[in-house]
Structures are given as C-alpha cells and as structure tokens.
C-alpha cells in the first residue's frame, strides 16, 4: 500500500503478499505449511532440519545483547550488539539486514537471495533510519513541532567456520524523530503573524533547527526548500491540510549548508516577477536527515504573507550624545532643527536599516551645507557602505545643514536633514526659577498639597536670596506657556537655574504634563517615533557651565524616575540596564547609561516610597506606612557635604503640615512625596557598585528602623560638570544639586539654610 507523506511524495511501504511459488503448497498438511513458512523468514533453516535429516556441522547461535525493545519507539539513531557462540568450532562473521515494516508488513523475499545481506566481523552497528511518515496522533506543541516515525525490522545471523548458518534474530521498532522547524528571520515583521509590505525584490533569510530528541537538542537541518505562490483565499490552510497539493511550487531541495549561504538565504524578484499590488505567501520547508520535514506552516514563523509595493527607502537611525536618538525615512524637505549654543561639539553617527520592506543598505554619504545635491563633488565623501559618522564639527554662528542620504539595493534613497542654528550664550543673569509645579486654588484644610499661590510666594521668597533675582522677570510658569518647554535660549542667559516640578502622576504620554517629565524622559530606540524627542538640554547646560538644583514632588512617577517609561515604574530600578522593566542582570542591555540620571546626575538606582515595588525572591517587604520619612539629617561622611557645614544638620517637616487632623499628622502616616537614590539594601544585594561621582547631602530617617529604606539618600550634589566655567566674565564653577522631594512641606528656617548654602556655593547669595 501507498502513503503520501507532508512533503507531498509517494512513500512506498512494503505490501503485503504472499512468497512466489506456493500453490503446490495447498494440498500439503497445516503442519507442514507453517514450518516452511517460518523457514522463508529465517534463512539459518535448511531442509534438512524439517526434513528430519541431521547435518555433521552443529550450527551456530547469536542473540542480541543491546537493542530496542520488541516494539519499541526509538530514536532514528539506533545501535545494535549482538554475541555469537559456535559450540563446535568458531564464529567466522556474521550477516545482518534492516527493512523497513515489521514481520507482518514487509515481503519475505526481501531477506533471501544473494547481495540482500551484508556481511561483518563486527558485533555492533549503529544505524540512521528513515522516519519519514507524519504521525498526526500525537501532541508535542502543535504549534512547533510534529512528530514523524517509520517501523523497521533488524535481522541477524551468525556463520560459523564451516558455512553452518544460525537461526535468525530479529528484531521490531519504530524510529521517531521530531520534525525540523523553520522561522524566517528577515525581512523584519513590524506585527509578527500578520501582513506585511514588501518590495518587488526582496531577500527572505531563515534559520532551520532539527531536534534530535527533544525541542531544547537540536542540530542545523540537512535540508531546505521555500515556495512561493500567490496568496489568495485559504491558500496557508489548504498548504496546511493538503501538502500535496502545492509540490509544484516548491523548489527543489538544497542542502543547508549549501555554498554562499544558498540554503539559508534567496533573492525573490529577480527571476520571478512580484506585481506591486499583488499579495504573495512565501514559506520555508526544512528535511532532516531522517526524512522528515516542517509539516506546520505559521506566519509566526515559517510563513510570511505579503503585500507588494514600491520601497520607500530605508529607514535611518541618527544619534548625536546629546541631542539623543532620532529616526527619519524617505525623501522629506523638511530639515530637523535644533537650537544650540555657539561653540557646541556635534558627533553625529548613524545607521539604516531596509528589512521592513526587505530590501538592503547599499551605502551612505553625507556633507554639511552641500549647495547642489546631485553633484557627487559637493557631498563630503563618495557612497560607500561604511561611511556611518561624520567627524566632530563645532560652529560659532550661523545656519548650518547636514546632509545623510542612504540608499537601498534596489536604488531608493532616504535623505536626512538636519539644521544647526546658533546662537551666542550671554550668562548675564543670576537666577532663573522655572516654576514647572501644577497645583491649583482651592480651600486650603489637610496641607496635603500647597496651592498655586502659597507654592509661588513660598519659591519667591527663597529665590530672593539670590542677588539680582527679580519675581517679575525672572521666573517662567510653564502653566502660562500652556506647558511649552523654556527655549534654550532663555536658560543660556542665566548662570543658574532652580527647576522645582510635581508629580507626573495625572498626565499623558502626548504632550500633556510637566515639562520635566517632557525634558529628562529617556526613550530607547525602539520606541523612537520618526519625530525622534525632545531634546534634552540640561546636561548641556551644565556642560557649558550653568549650574542646577531641582526638586519637586518625587512620589510615585515623579522626580528623577520622569527618565523611565511608565512601564518600566517598577522600583528599586537599576538605571544602568532596567529601561525595560526588572531584570536579573544586565546582560547585553545597558541603554540606561545615557539617560540624564546615570550619566549626569550619578544616580545608580531609583527608590520610592509610594509606588509600584519589585517581587524578587529577595525583594524585602515595602510598607509606605513603615518607609515614609519622619526627617532628613545631613550626611556628614560624605567628603562633599563635610566641605559645606552651613547646610542644616537636621531637617524637619514644617509644622504646619505635621499638626493634628493634617494629612502628614505623624500619628497618621509618615512623608510619602519622596524620592530615594542609591539605597543600600538593594545596592549591596544586587553588588551593584556606589561610584564616586555621587555625594549624598541628606539621608531620611523612616518611620521604623527595620524599614529597608532607613538612611537612604534624598538629595546629592552633582558633580559631573563641576568645573566648567560660563563664557560671562563672573562665571564660577561650582556643583548643582538634586533633592528628590518639594521643600514646601518642610521646616521655613532650615529650607532658608539649605538655600543660602547652595547660593553661596553659586557665589550670588544676598549677603
């Protein structure tokens, strides 16, 4: 009988028949037929042994002693050994033949005549059988794997030195083997499972697994093949309930490891034609070496269906260290601009990348202020594949552009734009407040939250005590410029600025909310729009000498953890490599080092006290009710702080904020609107180390002293950029600093102590 196996070929088995030459045998006795039947199975019968006739020679005998079970499923790979015993002289080889079927199923006369089998002096053998036929019986995550089997029967004789052949053994099993599997891994599928659109020439790479036994052991594939067709209804069910029906589009078998990576790889639209606006299903087959083959076909994996268009161009990532990570695509004559300080160090680099669509990056050049675009002369350097950064440039004034352009190979272009507008930096005045603090007016009873006006007269009065500082000039209420972000030129006109913030807790990923959060948030690159961010211009502030201090309402998501995707608010957070949310270890993921808080401000990890907490086996337990802070207290260890003995030793919660029936009533609760950084309990149990850049200026003392976050850091200098100086002839260097909690809340002397010390720090205290 005839099967058809899910590579849409015939698989013959051996079909039941009866031996040739028999119908004499219907007049002979049961008895008689029997024995000469066993006799057609076991070639060690002679005649003379039903015959009754005795020979000289004692024969020989053979049995195995390691082998599969009777019946047995067993591994396509199988090993035999077997012992021979002549009794009456010696063993001289012995013969062995394997068939596919069991003793039933397979053709006696396969195993008599001469050349049918095989002679050897060994005692063992190891065998690679065929399991070639789909066994749709059993279950091993259907939606990967499918098992395929094929019976066998090993037979074994033993000869001894005067030709007396034994009786022969045999032995049934069923070889299985898991089917191998395929999952194309380029073009890049922006929604995996579902459509995507493609280029008229597209490269398709795949990748194939054999598992030898289980899913998680497995070696390359031996061979390949894909199809294409086009996709019209059903076609991906009807592939994946009548294979047969499709042979014709499949091309032929490769082997995987074909030269020039023609089994892992092929160029589509070069001797087909792909009509734009067609839909096409194209997948991929893989055979191991027993025979089986990808018999499931999944658009999560092996499948991809498409749309085909015209190619848009590839797709252009550019960073610059500062001005961060932004992404571009197509011909657009819209330049992006950036407003920067004369004298600014550029170092843009980049890269492209076309698998969206399937194509390849051909090349790339670039040329600040090119006059004619195509003329190859005007442009810095000739289109090359390794040309992905320009060298530093620095300008003083003016407009400048530079041009990237990157080309597919398929000769569709994206062209970048950026335009560089100076301009001059003045550092003429003392003292900026950029009050980016959201309250509003309203019954003012439990001193939960200060209201618009009690926040502004309090932030005025301590801005006072800056020489030079006037409310009516100096201050930028982003509530007023309807949230918009403070030009860079306004900060450049100030050595210092106070940036004091709220919580980030009632606004929006789309432009609603503090402008904080808008400014210090870090994006990865894969959440990058084709707008890129916001530039984040604080750093370069104090890069070029300006100094900061900003604080504000740091619960839950605001303060420092603006930096973090909302979720990835998970906390304690590891800067460095949990962008993403907790992790065990860093791994290869590090994106964190280039956000304002690791980089600039030093800070290793993230705390809270009111907030979403981590659930590692090691985590200790987080109670707001245990954690919140009772005071803060200077920290005199630190080398830094120690240099500044008219910061308060002790600061405490206004009195106003802690009287009976108040929301922050000690006999209530304990602060919540904080911040924490470096906390020791979680630095010490993940080895994560302190570096020396970071100077803690106070520590809280929590509501109980088993809390795990007792002593951890509130506030910290910020030392990074310490020494630059500002271009204004009374410029000083000096650190700025970071509290992660608003002062409003706390005692009004030691608030003014702490202000006074950082003003004189920034040499414009009104003395």
């Known amino acids: 009988m005839t099967a058809i196996s899910r590579t849409g070929m015939n698989i013959s088995r051996f079909p039941l028949r009866a031996p040739r030459g028999t119908a004499w ?453 982003t509530n007023e410029h309807n949230y918009r972000l403070p030009d860079m030129q306004l900060l450049w006109k100030y050595k210092n600025v106070i940036w004091t913030f709220s919580s980030e807790d009632r606004v929006d990923d789309y432009g609603q909310g503090t402008c904080w959060t808008k400014l210090i948030r870090f994006i990865p690159e894969d959440y990058i729009s084709d707008e890129g961010k916001v530039f984040n211009y604080l750093p370069t502030y104090m890069k070029y000498g300006g100094h900061l201090w900003t604080c504000g309402k740091s619960d839950r998501s605001g303060g420092l953890a603006g930096t973090l995707n909302r979720y990835s608010r998970i906390f304690p957070c590891y800067l460095k490599c949990e962008m993403y949310g907790p992790r065990s270890g860093c791994g290869g993921d590090t994106t964190g080092v280039s956000t304002m808080a690791y980089r600039d401000y030093c800070v290793s990890v993230l705390d809270k006290v009111w907030d979403r907490f981590r659930s590692d086996p090691d985590m200790p337990l987080r109670r707001d009710d245990l954690d919140a802070l009772v005071y803060a207290y200077r920290d005199d260890t630190d080398p830094v702080t120690v240099e500044h003995p008219d910061l308060p030793e002790r600061l405490n919660l206004w009195s106003a904020v802690t009287r009976p029936g108040r929301f922050f009533d000690p006999a209530k609760r304990g602060f919540l609107y904080l911040e924490l950084y470096n906390p020791d309990y979680w630095m010490t149990r993940k080895g994560i180390p302190q570096r020396s850049c970071f100077h803690p200026i106070f520590r809280m003392r929590a509501r109980s002293w088993y809390s795990a976050v007792d002593n951890a850091c509130i506030g910290f200098w910020v030392t990074r950029h310490e020494n630059a100086v500002g271009n204004a002839p009374d410029c000083v260097p000096a650190k700025s600093v970071h509290f992660g909690f608003p002062f409003w809340f706390f005692n009004r002397q030691q608030v003014d102590s702490i202000a006074d010390a950082i003003f004189r720090e920034w040499h414009i205290l009104f003395e």
């Open 25 to 477: 045998l219907k007049a002979a006795p049961a008895f008689f037929l029997a024995c000469a039947a066993v006799c057609a199975l076991l070639p060690g019968c002679s005649e003379e042994s039903y015959l009754g006739m005795k020979a000289d020679n004692q024969l020989p005998t053979v049995h195995l002693t390691s082998s599969p079970l009777e019946g047995d499923t067993t591994n396509y790979k199988v090993t035999f050994h077997w012992l021979g015993n002549d009794e009456d002289g010696t063993i001289d080889h012995y013969e062995y033949i394997l068939l596919s079927g069991n003793p039933i199923g397979f053709d006696p006369e396969d195993t008599t005549g001469t050349g049918k089998w095989t002679k050897t002096y060994l005692t063992d053998r190891t065998f690679e059988v065929a399991a070639d036929e789909y066994n749709d019986d059993i279950e091993i995550n259907r939606s990967l794997y499918s098992k395929f089997v094929r019976t066998h029967t090993f037979f074994l004789r033993a000869v001894d030195d005067r030709h007396g052949v034994s009786r022969t053994v045999h032995r049934s099993f069923t070889a299985f083997t898991l089917a191998p599997t395929a999952s194309i891994s380029y073009p890049k599928n922006p929604h995996p499972g579902q459509g995507q659109f493609l280029s008229p020439k597209v490269v398709f790479v795949w990748e194939c697994r054999d598992p030898i036994d289980t899913p998680w052991n497995s070696q390359a594939a031996d061979s390949v093949r894909y199809l294409l067709h086009p996709d019209r209804y059903m076609v991906l069910e009807n592939l994946n309930k009548h294979p047969e029906q499709f042979e014709m589009y499949w091309s032929p078998w490769k082997s995987y490891d074909a030269p020039g990576d023609s089994g892992r790889t092929t160029l589509l639209g070069d001797d087909e034609i792909l009509e734009i606006g067609h839909m096409y299903l194209f997948a991929v087959q893989a055979m191991d070496e027993a025979g089986a083959v990808t018999s499931i076909f999944d658009p999560m994996s092996n499948v991809r269906q498409f749309l085909v268009q015209k190619p848009t161009g590839p797709l252009i990532f550019i960073t610059e260290p500062y001005l961060g990570k932004y992404k571009f695509l197509g011909i657009d004559s819209t330049p992006r601009q950036f407003y920067l300080p004369q004298g600014f160090v550029l170092n843009f680099s980049w890269y492209a990348d076309a698998s969206l669509y399937g194509g390849t990056v051909a090349s790339y050049r670039y040329g600040w202020d090119v006059e004619d675009l195509g003329n190859p002369d005007h442009w810095e350097v000739t289109a090359a594949p390794h040309h992905k950064a320009a060298p530093e440039k620095t300008f003083y004034s003016g407009i400048h552009t530079l041009y990237i352009e990157t080309a597919d190979n398929f000769g569709e272009k994206t062209l970048v734009q950026i335009e560089i507008i100076i301009f001059p930096t003045s550092f003429t005045k003392n003292l900026l407040w950029i009050d980016d603090f959201k309250s509003g007016e309203f019954p003012q009873t439990i001193y939960a939250m200060p209201t618009e006006s009690q926040h502004d007269q309090f932030w005025a009065n301590l801005c006072s005590r800056a020489e030079g500082f006037s409310p009516e000039s100096d201050v930028y209420d």
